[in-house]
């Protein structure tokens, strides 16, 4: 059987688990924690190479701070979507105005700004807020 590396949003170890279409139950060999949760997880400098590198589900990455309004209005958008995809993409966040070097090191010009990465490399970027129906869209076309 086919098996996929899901990084843990809570310890954030690599885990390989069996590749199905869904899942009943899917806990971290590290420390427990459901890898069905769809809880969008924050990303810092240190983790994100580890979460985005290590996973073979695409990885939608949402650069936003908690001054913008944009910002605000997409959080509750994002989570609703991610709801939708457990074990299908995995949902972070990085806060910018906390890791400004991934900022730059990204060259987030405006935010919101979401990146699509798979297998470590990114795929898509948008700038700006989207709705639940735009979002999932463009989530599913990277699944």
Request: include cysteine; aromatic fraction near 10%.
């Amino acid at each position: 059987m086919d098996k996929i590396k899901v990084v843990c949003a809570s310890c954030h170890s690599v885990n390989f688990i069996p590749k199905k279409e869904s899942y009943a139950k899917a806990n971290c060999g590290q420390c427990k924690h459901s890898l069905l949760d769809t809880k969008p997880f924050e990303l810092t400098e240190l983790s994100f190479d580890n979460a985005v590198v290590n996973s073979d589900l695409p990885v939608v990455v949402d650069f936003w701070a908690p001054w913008c309004g944009p910002c605000k209005m997409m959080g509750p958008v994002f989570e609703k979507v991610s709801a939708q995809f457990p074990l299908k993409a995995r949902f972070a966040k990085v806060n910018t105005e906390q890791e400004q070097n991934l900022g730059a090191t990204y060259n987030i010009r405006s935010i919101p700004t979401l990146i699509i990465y798979q297998n470590g490399v990114e795929v898509h970027r948008v700038s700006g807020a989207m709705d639940e129906t735009n979002l999932s869209q463009l989530v599913k076309r990277f699944i």
